[in-house]
Structure formats: structure tokens, C-alpha cells
């Protein structure tokens, strides 16, 4: 069973940084490009950051560009983001999300909340 | 960036009833139309891709269809476990700038 866990959400000021990692099981995990989605509190979905298989390739959508980083470790089967420069908009839950095709998404980890407020 | 419109916001219907939503795109993306529902406290679950074709699982009366600008997600008789939001989104640029609609959400009547 394909299962993507999520941690590393809390409450952090603006300007702080947190790291957010993604444990995945269930699957191959070195054979799947993997992305971020993030959901603010009773909004809808923007998609984050992408990253290939290799970790070679790698995107961001332009609200992030620049304070976010996405990494993985395919020999810990794990993803992560770290995050730079934090906003109060980016407060959202943030979902580990892949697909059996990179652009739309199958599995979802139950997310973790990131609170970004002083 | 592809900007994605859904309408309704919210859709009221009775359970056995037939649901029509609809998701605009402001520009063409071809078929590269997925939608998601989404229950209160959940993730997101993959509905269909392709702006057509179901996922793994998805029972049969979800149903896809448009191209290019226009989409539509039907659901033709809808159960108790239907109501939920329902959002589209857009993979049809590379590299990825993917975008979703704002999401439209079915309540009972």
C-alpha cells in the first residue's frame, strides 16, 4: 500500500524557516517524480514544487521561487522543502503528492500544517 | 499563468439527482484536465485525468468530458458520500506552472 507521511509543520514566525519532510512507502519511490501542494485554511489548491526522479530537475511556481528549496533522498525514500523567508501567506497545509504520470496527482499524504504568524 | 474558473461555487442537489459542474480554463490546454474531490478534513482524491478517463477506482458515474477551454465533470446520480468539494486542475505546460480552479463545492439540497 502506497503510503506518504508528512511531517515538520508548525508554527514559525515570518521570516522563520522550517523543513518539511515526506516519508514514503508502498512503492518505488526512486522511480517517481514527486511534487508539493499546499492548501491555505478553507482555500483551494496551489501547486508548490517539482522534482524528478533523479533530483536533477526541479521547479517552482512563482509565489515560492526563490525562499523554497525541494529536495529528496531516494536512498531514505524521503522528500523534502525546505523553507526559507516565510510569509503569513504561506500558512496552508502542505501535501506530498505524486502520480502514476508527473502532472496529476494519485497519492496524497495527509499533509501537515505550516502556521507562519507572530 | 492558466488561470482556472469553476462554477457553480456551490451546487445543491438531492442524492439520486444528476450534478453538472463545470471548470473554463483561460486558455487551451488540450485534454490535460484532471479533477479532484476533496472531503472535509481529507486530501484530495484523483477523480479523472485526461479530461476523460477515470482513475484507478472511481466508480462509473463520475464522468469527464471538453477539451481546449471548456470541461465538465458529471456526476449522474449522486450518493451520500458525493457531497464534497470538487476542484479541476490543469497540467498542460511544461515546465509546470499547474494551476486549479478554486473549486466547487456539492452540498444536499
Known amino acids: 500500500e502506497v503510503q506518504l507521511v508528512e511531517s515538520g509543520g508548525g508554527l514559525v514566525q515570518p521570516g522563520g524557516s522550517l523543513r518539511l519532510s515526506c516519508a514514503a512507502s508502498?512503492?518505488?519511490?526512486?522511480?517517481?517524480?514527486m511534487n508539493w501542494v499546499r492548501q491555505a485554511p478553507g482555500k483551494g489548491l496551489e501547486w508548490v514544487s517539482y522534482?524528478?526522479?533523479?533530483?536533477?530537475?526541479?521547479y517552482y511556481a512563482d509565489s515560492v521561487k526563490g525562499r523554497f528549496t525541494i529536495s529528496r533522498d531516494n536512498a531514505k525514500n524521503s522528500l523534502y522543502l525546505q523553507m526559507n523567508s516565510l510569509r503569513a501567506e504561506d500558512t496552508a497545509v502542505y501535501y506530498c503528492?505524486?502520480?502514476?504520470?508527473?502532472?496529476?496527482?494519485?497519492?496524497w499524504g495527509q499533509g501537515t500544517l505550516v502556521t507562519v504568524s507572530s | 499563468e492558466i488561470v482556472m474558473t469553476q462554477s457553480p461555487a456551490t451546487l445543491s442537489v438531492s442524492p439520486g439527482e444528476r450534478a453538472t459542474l463545470s471548470c473554463r480554463a483561460s486558455?487551451?490546454?488540450?485534454?490535460?484536465l484532471a479533477w479532484y474531490q476533496q472531503k472535509p478534513g481529507q486530501a484530495p482524491r484523483l477523480l479523472i485525468y485526461?479530461?476523460?478517463t477515470r482513475a484507478t477506482g472511481i466508480p462509473a458515474r463520475f464522468s469527464g468530458s471538453g477539451s481546449g477551454t471548456e470541461f465538465t465533470l458529471t456526476i449522474s446520480s449522486l450518493q451520500s458520500e458525493d457531497f464534497a468539494v470538487y476542484y479541476c486542475?490543469?497540467?498542460?505546460?511544461?515546465?509546470?506552472?499547474?494551476?486549479f480552479g478554486q473549486g466547487t463545492k456539492v452540498e444536499i439540497k
Open positions: 522534482i524528478s526522479s533523479s533530483g536533477s530537475t526541479i
Open positions: 486558455q487551451s490546454v488540450s485534454s490535460n
Open positions: 486542475q490543469q497540467y498542460n505546460n511544461w515546465p509546470p506552472t499547474w494551476t
Open positions: 485526461g479530461a476523460s
Open positions: 503528492v505524486f502520480g502514476r504520470a508527473p502532472y496529476y496527482f494519485d497519492y
Open positions: 508502498g512503492f518505488t519511490f526512486s522511480s517517481y517524480e
